[in-house]
């Protein structure tokens, strides 16, 4: 038997992070979804224990201010992706620049630089993971996946998801249901197998 599971993800990562924290017994408030405040200076050991617990789930801490931007970034991301019942109408550039208050091209070139990869890449790899998704747990259709994600129109989509996965989102989806109808013939015989020994 399989499950098909839909995450929240900014909120599972949320709900993670509090689970680890109140493990130690901090007194902290979550900022933000990538920041955390404590009210306390944390020792070396300590922070070294949290580092270490917080790893396990990977999640890391991160040093410098710049790869802490470049995390932001990429939270904004698939927040936009995954929380908004549809992406921002307006320039996702529009959007990361006003959401994270520095200028676009600034957050552009920091990003390349940290990651050696766009943001556009990286919007368009979330945006197909999001899209694969959806089609899994057969929520929408792929015209109303794409209008969701903001594409243009459905070639648009398809186009991307192929250049991404190598497949068309049609071939996905035959995909993914001949693997369901394969997994509930074998559930079935499986079953019919169990009850035969049984007799």
Same mark, same amino acid.
């Given at each position: 038997? &399989?499950?098909?599971?839909?995450?929240?993800? +900014?909120?599972?990562?949320?709900?993670?992070?509090?689970? %680890?924290?109140?493990?130690?017994?901090?007194? =902290? /408030?979550?900022? !933000?979804?990538?920041?955390?405040?404590?009210?306390?200076?944390?020792?070396? *050991?300590?922070?070294? $224990?949290?580092? *270490?617990?917080? /790893? &396990?789930?990977?999640?890391?801490?991160?040093?410098?201010?710049? !790869?802490?931007?470049?995390?932001? %970034?990429?939270?904004?991301?698939? $927040?936009?992706?995954?929380?908004?019942?549809?992406? +921002?109408?307006?320039?996702?550039?529009?959007?990361?620049?006003?959401?994270?208050?520095?200028?676009?091209? =600034?957050?552009?070139?920091?990003? *390349?630089?940290?990651?050696?990869?766009?943001?556009? #890449?990286?919007?368009?790899?979330?945006?197909?993971?999001?899209?694969?998704?959806?089609?899994?747990? #057969?929520?929408?259709?792929?015209?109303?996946?794409?209008?969701?994600? #903001?594409? /243009? !129109?459905?070639?648009?989509? /398809? &186009?991307?998801?192929?250049?991404?996965?190598?497949?068309? +989102?049609?071939?996905?989806?035959?995909?993914? #249901?001949?693997?369901? %109808?394969?997994?509930? $013939?074998?559930?079935? %015989?499986?079953?019919?197998?169990?009850?035969?020994?049984?007799?």
């Amino acid at each position: 038997m &399989n499950l098909y599971i839909k995450y929240d993800i +900014p909120f599972t990562c949320k709900k993670v992070l509090q689970d %680890i924290l109140n493990k130690y017994d901090l007194d =902290y /408030s979550l900022v !933000s979804f990538w920041e955390v405040e404590f009210r306390e200076t944390l020792s070396e *050991s300590m922070l070294s $224990e949290l580092s *270490s617990g917080l /790893s &396990n789930y990977g999640i890391e801490i991160v040093d410098s201010r710049k !790869s802490m931007l470049v995390q932001k %970034i990429k939270d904004a991301i698939v $927040e936009m992706v995954y929380l908004e019942d549809k992406l +921002p109408t307006s320039k996702i550039s529009h959007y990361l620049a006003d959401k994270l208050n520095h200028r676009y091209g =600034y957050i552009s070139n920091l990003f *390349s630089e940290v990651t050696y990869t766009s943001i556009e #890449n990286f919007i368009i790899l979330q945006k197909i993971e999001r899209a694969k998704q959806l089609m899994i747990t #057969n929520e929408l259709t792929i015209s109303e996946i794409a209008w969701k994600l #903001n594409y /243009s !129109s459905l070639a648009h989509l /398809s &186009n991307q998801f192929k250049n991404v996965t190598g497949l068309t +989102p049609s071939m996905f989806q035959r995909i993914i #249901n001949r693997r369901r %109808i394969a997994k509930a $013939e074998k559930e079935t %015989i499986s079953g019919t197998n169990l009850r035969i020994l049984k007799i």
